[in-house]
């Protein structure tokens, strides 16, 4: 299967997406690694990323597509692959789609906003150790405190209030409408799903085990 799944940041879609890789045995795609390979190869569409980033401008998308399409064609994507962080826009769906990149399953995880804000702001961590702590969820035994070393629990800046809101904001515009974009095109139910995200992880798991059962056998799209 050949799969993208969009979600909004904080909600869970990394541990989801690991659980699609490892159940239908494909690789999970992240442009922003691809991207650091080239650069670290130092290749000429790593210099020319590297270029970019050192401008501060972002990496545009036939070279992004470029990356992708010679990455799709390794033996490791035989039976398939997951995007991870791509498409982001519209734009970039359609400029996949130009490319002849089919894609089988569109899973999309659905949490509230404010569910989202509750699980981010909430967090605070452990520097030396790398430590999570939840003021709901998991607190420290002695607020504000590491239960081990008692050292001082800092609060990263993207998980702050407002740094959270405004990137849900910007998942709103630019991402969102890939949801419609993509029901236009693979059909509700048959290769676009929308799955509740907000309970326990192995509940949210099992629901997508169950659309994978479902669009597997299919071939929706034309990916195989």
């Known amino acids: 299967m050949r799969v993208i799944f969009i ?50 401008q972002l990496v545009d998308d036939k070279t992004v597509i470029e990356l992708i399409k010679q990455r799709i064609n390794s033996k490791d994507c035989d039976k398939g692959f997951l995007f991870d962080g791509f498409p982001r826009t519209v734009k970039q769906a359609e400029a996949l789609e130009e490319a002849r990149v089919k894609i089988d399953c569109v899973i999309s995880l659905e949490v509230p906003d404010q569910t989202i804000i509750d699980r981010l702001s909430g967090r605070r961590i452990h520097l030396a150790s790398g430590r999570v702590y939840h003021l709901q969820y998991n607190p420290p035994k002695i607020p504000k405190q590491d239960d081990f070393t008692g050292e001082p629990l800092v609060q990263r800046e993207d998980d702050k209030e407002d740094v959270i809101r405004n990137r849900l904001k910007t ?34 798991q099992k629901k997508i085990e169950t659309i994978i059962k479902i669009a597997s056998p299919w071939g929706i799209g034309g990916g195989h």
Do not use: N
């Not at 940041?9 to 490892?22: L, S, Y």
């Not at 991402?175 to 192995?202: C, H, M, N």
């Open 171 to 204: 998942f709103h515009q630019e991402t969102e409408p890939l949801k419609e974009w993509y029901q236009a095109r693979l059909g509700k139910s048959k290769g676009y799903f929308a799955v509740e995200g907000s309970g326990d992880i192995k509940e949210v």
């Open 7 to 56: 979600g909004p940041p904080g909600a869970g879609k990394g541990t989801q997406a690991q659980f699609i890789c490892d159940k239908l045995h494909i690789p999970k795609i992240s442009t922003g690694d691809m991207l650091r390979a080239e650069i670290e190869a130092g290749s000429k569409i790593g210099q020319a990323v590297h270029d970019l980033i050192a401008k501060g």
